[in-house]
């Protein structure tokens, strides 16, 4: 919902000439209007709400007091006191860091002090409500309950903020570098002119060891400087000061009643820093960066264009969309350098470097939407994470701005790497190669029992061995198709075998997986409903986590009647609090719409026939895991991945298996969706009588021609061309019911 400023407060601003007008939020046309950031920032929905423009570096916006796990992006809706407003923030993650670089504008005398949540007034948070909140893509503005007006824009790598002052003669902005969602080790902050400030800030928290420089050019003269250790005043009138918790102060007693701020951040130095601001933000016409931005945002946001629906529906997809693009985020100067997780710096590397990479969530969905509709931007991120496996000896796990967390389980950077080869994007084949597999043969999280064994005992790693292994496999079927595509026969044998480790932790005596010990026999203490062995999940949902050999699952399962009734029992069971498993939300019986393992498990039905099951309960978390409010979504964000399934889902086909560029159906939402690809192509879904009614598949054509597949293949979509749907309100259980028209588990090129 787009947030105006409510008409008392446009007349006080009016009337009190203290505020300029606004961007010119008019001139917003086409997808830009229906997206609103605040959809996701209540609930579990962590998302990031501010200024920034497509995959860009730095994300400027408005930080809370931190008060749990719903802070995680340093903002949750529920919140009524900001702290200031920082460069840098996560979108939609589990785990909190970022948050840093804070700049908030106060007034009264030169003040250190943070205050608190229950009491901000002794220091300079303040107050705000969302009645004085617009949030857009790249504009952000607050009336705060002190009187002072932010507003906040960016471009890839700078962030501007504009704050206009009631009272100039008491005017006061604090630089902050205690504060963060990472423990600031070494900071450091320099006067390096009348206009400019320098410095950086280098912590550890959920990234060990990130270093981030900065300069900071004001559009007025700084009149004066006070530097603080924390509380403590630097005393004289240094220019300089270094420290753990370093803090600046600029005061003002004449300046005009509007400062804007350039600020610009650098993962090298704080001379590329400047760079990054003379480059892209070489004026002050802070109206003009706000328009490139929006310019940016609908350029991105156009490539899917979509007719049908209605207003609501339209805010889901939109912000959706917005969604899947602030992370992965740009991770270099405008000169190109960048730092590597080996801490070196690396000067004009010959691709654009790209970090933030939440794997395990984003492998399943945001990368294969990813290769669809950003193509030219997959090369690089590849290549950025081949370069990272070269700086630390493995693919990525969780890479946080130059540092690797090791969050989650499994290896999720090889689908992508893999999935990249297959669909032909420009990447070092053979440096792909090595990556793979060396991340494959490490001694670590209960790889070498994979080698020696093929499961993960749970008496030697008790920690979510299961979750583990299975993952592995999906993982090791992939190197396996690469290694059968680039020849090398050896390799194959060995990767092929490990594909099927999954096999290893299934006991038909319960029908699930579940922890195995080092002398074959089962861990006794079992139930389906328990996360023992798992992550963020329990038996229900990692049965299904065989993505890479549905048909051997089905074998397994009892054949395609067995697998079919245990599907419908995962839809129908219900599941209960009692199980105390975190991060299960979103539930539709043991199906968890709020995280991320089970995904994929609404497109299983079209492997046995029945892809009408599919469209229903893809159709039934479209609408009831989906809104346009603040709590909006039913998880994380997690960097994309819950609104990439949105997407894909609303576009009417899935991913299953993350490597395969099998594209399985489910029910298109929209009427019409366009989709533009490169060399003027464009790839059209046509939904004809489609409503909230008609959710079923009657049948399709491709191109014109009768189609009864229940999928489509990346190769056919990226051709272009238009796949119709006739829709209708039954079931037409013929529908790709024929065994020639079930989805396989294979690599369709």
């Known amino acids: ?190 006067q390096l002119n009348a206009t400019t400030l320098v410095g950086h800030r280098f912590s550890r928290g959920w990234a060990s060891d990130r270093r981030e420089f900065f300069a900071i050019e004001f559009s007025q003269p700084i009149q004066q400087l006070s530097l603080f250790e924390d509380t403590r005043r630097i005393e004289g009138t240094p220019r300089e000061h270094a420290g753990e918790f370093t803090k600046a102060i600029v005061s003002y ?70 969604h899947t693009m602030i992370a992965p985020t740009l991770y270099n100067d405008a000169n190109g350098d960048y730092r590597g997780t080996d801490k070196q710096v690396y000067e004009k590397p010959g691709f654009t470097n790209y970090s933030i990479f939440s794997l395990w969530d984003t492998y399943r969905a945001q990368h294969p939407l990813l290769t669809i509709f950003q193509p030219e931007r997959v090369g690089d991120m590849v290549t950025s994470m081949l370069k990272i496996y070269q700086q630390q000896g493995k693919l990525p796990i969780w890479h946080l701005r130059g540092n690797d967390t090791n969050t989650m389980v499994g290896y999720g950077g090889v689908p992508v790497v893999i999935d990249a080869y297959f669909k032909g994007f420009k990447i070092d084949k053979e440096l792909a190669w090595e990556a793979v597999k060396a991340s494959s ?30 993952e592995y496999a999906l993982s090791d079927w992939g190197i396996a198709q690469m290694a059968r595509s680039m020849g090398k026969k050896d390799d194959l044998t060995t990767y092929a075998q490990r594909g099927q480790n999954y096999r290893h932790y299934y006991d038909p005596a319960v029908g699930f997986f579940r922890g195995k010990k080092a002398d074959g026999t089962w861990d006794p203490n079992f139930s389906p409903t328990t996360m023992r062995h798992f992550t963020e999940g329990i038996a229900w949902q990692y049965i299904w986590l065989v993505p890479q050999d549905v048909e051997g699952l089905i074998q397994m399962l009892g054949g395609a009647e067995g697998f079919s009734k245990k599907l419908d029992a995962f839809f129908a069971t219900e599941f ?95 009427e019409k969706a366009s989709i533009e690809l490169p060399q003027r192509k464009r790839f059209t879904v046509i939904a004809e009588n489609n ?28 051709r272009g061309g238009i796949l119709k749907f006739v829709m209708g309100s039954e079931p037409n259980k013929n529908f790709g019911a024929a065994p020639a028209d079930w989805p396989q588990s294979q690599i369709y090129r």
């Open 253 to 322: 007693a004449t300046a005009p009643q509007q400062i804007i701020l350039k600020v610009g951040v650098s993962p090298v130095s704080v001379e590329n820093a400047l760079a990054n601001i003379r480059k892209e933000t070489p004026g002050w016409d802070f109206e003009r960066v706000v328009q490139d931005g929006n310019r940016k945002w609908n350029r991105e946001l156009n490539r899917i264009q979509v007719a049908g629906g209605n207003s609501a529906t339209r805010r889901i997809f939109y912000t959706a969309l917005y």
């Open 1 to 190: 919902m787009l947030k105006k400023f409510p008409a008392l407060l446009l007349g006080l601003f009016s009337s009190a000439g203290l505020f300029a007008a606004l961007p010119n939020l008019v001139e917003e046309s086409g997808p830009l209007t229906a997206v609103d950031p605040h959809i996701g920032s209540g609930g579990h929905g962590h998302v990031f709400v501010g200024a920034s423009v497509p995959f860009g570096a730095v994300q400027v916006g408005p930080t809370n007091f931190e008060q749990g796990w719903d802070w995680c992006s340093g903002y949750h809706y529920s919140d009524d006191v900001m702290t200031g407003f920082t460069m840098l923030h996560l979108n939609g993650t589990g785990c909190g860091d970022l948050s840093d670089i804070l700049l908030m504008p106060y007034m009264g005398k030169p003040n250190p002090y943070r205050g608190t949540k229950q009491e901000p007034g002794p220091g300079f948070a303040a107050r705000y409500s969302h009645e004085n909140e617009i949030a857009r893509p790249n504009y952000y503005a607050v009336l705060l309950d002190s009187g002072i007006k932010v507003e906040l824009t960016a471009t890839e790598r700078v962030g501007l903020h504009r704050y206009t002052f009631p009272r100039p003669e008491e005017a006061q902005i604090i630089l902050d570098l205690k504060v963060g969602q990472s423990t600031a080790k070494k900071t450091w902050v320099k």
């Open 576 to 670: 209960t609090e009692a199980a105390g498993v975190p991060d299960m939300t979103g539930m539709v019986g043991m199906y968890c719409a709020g995280n991320e393992p089970d995904h994929h498990v609404i497109y299983l039905y079209p492997f046995v026939g029945q892809q009408w099951k599919s469209a229903y309960w893809a159709r039934h978390v479209m609408k009831e895991m989906y809104h346009d409010q603040p709590d909006g979504l039913a998880g994380n964000e997690d960097c994309g991945q819950m609104s990439a399934w949105y997407i894909l889902s609303a576009l009417g086909f899935y991913q299953v298996n993350p490597v395969s560029g099998c594209y399985v159906f489910g029910s298109p939402l929209f």
């Open 691 to 718: 409503s909230p009614e008609n959710i079923y598949i009657q049948r399709a054509e491709l191109n014109g021609r009768p189609y009864t597949k229940s999928y489509i293949t990346y190769r056919d979509i990226m």
């Open 441 to 470: 043969l490490r001694d670590e999280e209960g790889l070498r029992y994979v080698r020696e064994q093929g499961w993960i005992p749970c008496d030697k790693e008790v920690s979510q061995s299961v979750a583990r292994g299975l």
